[in-house]
């Protein structure tokens, strides 16, 4: 399957939102209401930080907000912290217990 | 605590083989479907093993199917890959992660730190 498609790169000031989208298709995104969503920081293992479109992860602040609609998921950042810089990676049931990911976003903050 | 720890990565010829270990702690792995999932240098993560709890559901991306193989012990609580006829293109940090949610894999809530493979002459 093909990779979802999210944008390459995000950025905002201390306190702002951001919002980064993941693209799919019926086949994974727009089927399945399985869209998890991980953050990344340089040499680190993924942390979990949304899944099943919105649910959070016990520790993880809700900041951090998940939806989905169509063939598209999104994950809002609200009130941006200097912690919050790194890649983010969306990814997506897509049936017959496989998964894809997205190419992944950088968040910046400025 | 909760944790994996993968072991067994380096560097490796083309056409070489790897046994990459994942071992669990804090938890059982059993009743936990397991997955595969890289990173290559500078890229994105990339799923692409699936085993469930009773190993009886295995799954490959076409990328690595042939010539990889997952496989778990729960008695011992570790996970393997069985790495056959290496690429440079699999050159990356492996990770194992402990699959969760609905279908045993929908989400993935713990991760090892990763090992890193090589593929180089």
């Known amino acids: 399957q093909s990779a979802l498609t999210q944008p390459r790169s995000v950025s905002g000031s201390p306190g702002q939102s951001v919002t980064i989208s993941c693209t799919g298709t019926?086949?994974?995104?727009?089927?399945?209401?399985?869209v998890s969503w991980y953050q990344q920081h340089p040499g680190k293992a993924p942390k979990l930080i949304i899944y099943?479109?919105?649910r959070w992860p016990s520790g993880v602040p809700d900041r951090f907000s998940g939806s989905k609609s169509g063939n598209t998921a999104s994950l809002t950042i609200s009130g941006l912290q200097s912690e919050d810089e790194g890649d983010y990676y969306c990814?997506?049931?897509?049936?017959?217990?496989?998964?894809?990911f997205g190419g992944g976003t950088k968040v910046t903050v400025l | 605590e909760v944790q994996l720890v993968e072991s067994g990565g380096g560097m490796v010829q083309p056409g070489g083989s790897l046994r990459l270990s994942c071992a669990a702690s804090?938890?059982?792995?059993?009743?936990?479907?397991m997955i595969w999932v890289r990173q290559a240098p500078g890229k994105g993560l990339e799923w692409f093993s699936y085993?469930?709890?009773?190993?009886?559901?295995?799954k490959y991306a076409d990328f690595v199917k042939g010539r990889f193989t997952i496989s778990r012990d729960n008695a011992k609580n570790s996970l393997f890959l069985q790495m056959n006829s290496l690429r440079a293109v699999d050159t990356a940090v492996y990770y194992c992660?402990?699959?969760?949610?609905?279908?045993?894999?929908?989400?993935?809530?713990?991760w090892g730190k990763g090992t890193a493979v090589t593929v180089s002459s």
């Open positions: 099943d479109v919105s």
């Open positions: 992660a402990r699959g969760s949610g609905d279908y045993g894999g929908s989400y993935m809530d713990v």
């Open positions: 019926s086949s994974d995104v727009g089927t399945y209401g399985y």
């Open positions: 804090g938890f059982s792995l059993t009743g936990y479907s």
């Open positions: 990814c997506s049931y897509a049936g017959g217990y496989t998964l894809v």
């Open positions: 085993i469930s709890s009773s190993s009886s559901t295995i």
